[in-house]
């Protein structure tokens, strides 16, 4: 039931672009992509609900594809500061908010 | 606003004793969830409250229990502490059960020895 992110793991140079893509095998009411830097809490990015929108603030947008239970992150212009683990956790359809996250996407920034 | 608090930070425990971590909600938030994390892995879900009731329960055993009191916050305990259990244990507040944006507290880092 854990949603796959691929990639691994990612190196970029400041102000190179990035896709992290999310898939689950389980229909999803919604998707959720948090960043954790180490040793520190998971930081909310954003959240997107079934009906294949798309959503972003800054340089960091989302989309979630319902039909193909998948969702993809993108970081564009990448910057220091987006370094970090990224996160999906999703939300099946139907229940409570109970959040099963993927086993993570390790980003590293360089300069 | 303060956001979400846990406490304590660190805890050092031996095989079979029992523990207990607290978390108040962000201002505003009515359901917390909590979440294991262990080294290297993504957060694993083991109960949400809301309403002072236990509402959802990930794959944890019944040694995982806990309660949400009338302000919101809530408490996590953990009998006969096994090896395994080493984590940073992560608290989530949310307001009401629908898709709404979880916000996690700093986590308590759990050592069994």
């Known amino acids: 039931q854990q949603p796959v992110q691929s990639p691994q793991a990612v190196i970029l140079r400041e102000g190179e672009d990035a896709v992290i893509n999310c898939s689950s095998s389980?229909?999803?009411?919604?998707v959720h992509w948090y960043r954790q830097k180490h040793g520190e809490a998971p930081v909310f990015l954003m959240i997107?609900?079934?009906?294949?929108e798309q959503k972003g603030h800054d340089k960091i947008s989302a989309s979630f594809n319902e039909k193909k239970q998948q969702s993809s992150l993108y970081l564009t212009a990448s910057q220091l500061s987006y370094s970090g683990t990224y996160f999906c956790?999703?939300?099946?359809?139907?229940?409570?908010?109970?959040?099963?996250f993927g086993a993570g996407t390790r980003l590293a920034v360089h300069p | 606003d303060a956001g979400v608090t846990q406490s304590p930070t660190h805890l050092i425990k031996t095989r079979g004793q029992q523990v207990t971590l607290r978390c108040s909600p962000k201002?505003?938030?009515?359901?917390v969830s909590w979440y294991q994390q262990a080294l290297g892995q993504g957060p694993q879900f083991i109960f949400q409250?809301?309403?002072?009731?236990?509402?959802q329960r990930g794959n944890f055993p019944d040694r995982f229990s806990g309660h949400q009191f009338p302000n919101y916050s809530s408490e996590l305990n953990v009998n006969a502490l096994l090896l395994g259990d080493s984590a940073l244990y992560l608290c989530a507040s949310s307001f009401g059960v629908g898709a709404n944006e979880q916000f996690f507290g700093p986590g308590t880092r759990l050592t069994v020895l």
């Open positions: 389980k229909a999803l009411y919604s």
């Open positions: 997107l609900l079934k009906g294949g």
């Open positions: 201002s505003g938030h009515d359901t």
């Open positions: 956790g999703t939300h099946i359809s139907g229940g409570y908010n109970k959040l099963i």
């Open positions: 409250y809301y309403e002072e009731e236990e509402r």
